[in-house]
């Protein structure tokens, strides 16, 4: 290791946080320049990377939990050589740029998630853990080892803090993903004070307790880190690891350096000082030396030769194994099609009935037995929520390829996790868990729908028809709450054949995640339309049900357990429409021509149902419909008991119609 080199790149990497925060006087300086000696050990000697190739199947993830100190990442790639120029640094911040305020995996090339919310990136970097655990077991074979790769993550007290990372590390310990590394940069300091104010904890001992392989190290030490970083890469002994590294937050500025006003901007008004400090030539910004940038040059070279090695290995593994090399093809190619999936899963009987989270186990199970990269996991409630898949296996340390994960009470994390998987894109990620509990996964549910991420959450109990329960597990509110997310597609199916499709639709979803609202009492099979009717009809968010038999006079719309009622309380009206609206998303992305055969603006005598806030109705109903709905909370009684007494039913249907 070249310490001088390594700790001149680190001072230059300081150098660029400095000049990049001062020019749009917004940002963070303090991790930048605290870890700088960790990126330094990291990027320039340790990491497993090609930046020429950046999705390199076989490659070490790096994922800034603390994404706050977003130039920390964004020097390291540009020094490592990844195409990320040095103009783009300059334009930190700035409109356009692939140097956003934090990190984002769909803007900048070695990004690997989106982070930013604290916590966040340690969920998502237990995901990325547990896929490459589940790849390895997967696709190595004895003779070829074609996947060997560690996770990083680095993180602040803010990121270890947070609830999310607390459900998380549990999980990795429980789970033995010992190839997953956190670099804790504990420099005692939080935002608003010194971190003493806040916490009290032995880290070592905490993480140590978990089951965890905890070390703690001087982060300015570059042989420290190397030797620690090196230690945990090689240690298979069935324990995630943390290096805890002593630094010093904002180091290189004097004035602020250890305190917590390093932790922002506060520094940046130092830097000329600081940077002439730190050894760079004066008057100069945005400095990269002609060492520091031959070093990097000459290890991407061996990068790249390295990586060309692995494919030569690779390329011996996908020919004596044919089927696992067009199977792991397929995987990361994405390319599922909704009506192929559909052709797995039988029609059900025109007569009966059964809860949507009954027939969903059904559908998962027959899609699973033709989309082998699919797996799915419950937060303690696949009793309750039905999508276990069977023979699938149960993941484990003793058996990583296990479809089903148990993610235990914790469903943030589990939200986190999902992401990471789907980050990595080998497998396609399911949750599930009772819908009233969205609340706790929901900046998880947010920051996938933000990157595109094909997660697929399965929440059951969708409405008042929970029951006894009560009003605390009734979530009245929580379907429009997750409507209002952008890029997240709500289903809410009123019967099997829609469930099907909705399944079909989320799973071969390629650029967002989809929720589907499956509830917990029966609901009959709507034979007023066929099978195929029904599904073609959810696969585009909404569909006429009961076609009018006479001139049109109104319409009702309805979705999930409501839309038993509006067909009931449509009965005998030969003059109304029923429609199912299933997804509002999906129906909104329809054709103009489509949306209006469907609901034609005409028809302006609209009824909607559903057992919910009326809020988000009035777009389809107009200002002269009405909408039958829930604008207050549940009650403790049995299902049918709390529909009637909230006025959802067929009657209140036929009413609003007369």
């Known amino acids: 290791m070249n310490k001088a080199l390594l700790a001149q790149a680190a001072n230059e990497a300081r150098g660029l946080a400095m000049d990049a925060v001062h020019k749009c006087s917004s940002g963070h300086l303090g991790l930048p320049l605290g870890a700088a000696d960790i990126g330094a050990v990291l990027f320039g000697e340790t990491l497993q990377c090609n930046p020429a190739e950046p999705k390199w199947l076989n490659r070490d993830r790096f994922i800034l939990s603390a994404g706050h100190g977003s130039m920390f990442i964004y020097s390291w790639l540009h020094l490592s050589g990844y195409d990320l120029s040095l103009d783009e640094l300059t334009k930190f911040r700035v409109l356009g740029s692939h140097t ?19 916590g966040q990136g340690i969920g998502n970097a237990v ?72 916490q009290s904890e032995d880290t070592q001992a905490l993480y140590t ?14 042989d420290a880190i190397k030797a620690a970083i090196e230690k945990a890469k090689s240690d298979n002994n069935g324990k995630p690891k943390i ?21 922002g ?24 030396s002609p060492e520091v940038t031959a070093y990097f040059a000459d290890l991407k070279a061996k990068r790249v030769a390295a990586h060309a090695e692995w494919n030569k290995t690779f390329t011996a593994w996908a020919a004596a194994n044919a089927d696992k090399a067009a199977e792991l093809k397929a995987a990361r190619e994405g390319k599922l099609n909704a009506e192929d999936l559909l052709k797995a899963i039988p029609e059900y009987p025109a007569e009966g009935k059964a809860a949507t989270r009954n027939s969903g186990g059904e559908i998962l199970n027959k899609i699973a037995a033709v989309v082998p990269n699919l797996i799915t996991g419950s937060a303690d409630l696949f009793g309750s929520t039905k999508n276990y898949i069977t023979g699938g296996g149960d993941f484990s340390a003793t058996n990583p390829t296990g479809r089903n994960i148990w993610f235990g009470i914790r469903e943030h994390a589990m939200g986190a996790i999902c992401n990471g998987i789907a980050y990595d894109g080998l497998f396609l990620a399911s949750g599930a868990t009772f819908l009233v509990f969205a609340d706790y996964c929901r900046p998880s549910i947010r920051l996938a729908a933000l990157s595109k991420l094909p997660v697929v959450y399965i929440f059951t109990h969708d409405s008042v028809g929970v029951g006894e329960d009560g009003p605390t597990h009734q979530p009245v509110e929580t379907v429009s709450g997750l409507r209002v997310i952008p890029n997240l597609d709500v289903i809410r199916p009123g019967d099997a054949e829609e469930a099907a499709a909705a399944f079909a639709a989320a799973i071969s979803r390629p650029d967002g995640p989809t929720l589907l609202a499956l509830s917990r009492q029966d609901l009959p099979h709507q034979g007023s339309a066929s099978a195929a009717a029904r599904r073609e009809g959810t696969l585009k968010g909404g569909y006429v049900l009961v076609k009018e038999t006479a001139p049109l006079e109104a ?14 309380g449509a009965k005998g009206k030969p003059g109304v429409r029923v429609v199912s609206l299933p ?12 949306r209006e055969s469907v609901l034609p603006a005409a028809c302006t005598k609209r009824i909607a149902i559903e057992a919910g806030v009326s809020g988000l109705w009035w777009k389809y109903v107009g200002t002269q419909g009405q909408i039958i709905g829930i604008d207050r909370f549940g009650l403790s009684a049995p299902g049918n008991t709390v529909f009637k007494q909230l006025g959802i039913t067929a009657e209140a249907v036929a009413k609003a119609l007369a």
């Open 265 to 288: 901007e506060g520094g940046a008004k130092f830097v000329d000082a600081a940077k002439k400090g730190l050894g760079i030539p004066e008057g100069t910004h945005f400095y990269v």
């Open 555 to 568: 319409i009702v719309i309805a979705t999930g357990s409501e839309v038993q009622w509006a067909v009931e």
């Open 100 to 118: 956003p305020g934090h990190p984002e995996s769909f803007e900048t090339v070695g990004v690997e998630c989106t982070t930013g919310p604290l």
């Open 209 to 222: 307790a978990l089951g965890w392989d905890a070390v703690t190290i001087d982060g300015h030490d570059l």
């Open 243 to 263: 290096i805890i590294a002593k630094t010093t937050i904002a180091k290189g500025i004097p004035e602020v350096a250890g305190t917590a006003k390093g932790h």
């Open 127 to 198: 995901g990325f853990a547990l896929s490459g655990k589940m790849a390895a077991a997967k696709y190595n074979t004895a003779d070829h080892k074609i996947l060997d790769n560690h996770i990083f993550a680095l993180a602040g007290d803010g990121c270890l803090q947070e609830g999310v990372a607390r459900e998380a590390v549990a999980f990795a310990a429980h789970n033995h993903l010992d190839n997953l590394i956190v670099l804790f940069d504990s420099n005692d300091v939080t935002l608003d004070a010194m971190a003493k104010v806040t």
């Open 583 to 594: 997804c509002f998303e999906i129906f909104d992305r329809q054709s103009a021509e489509y």
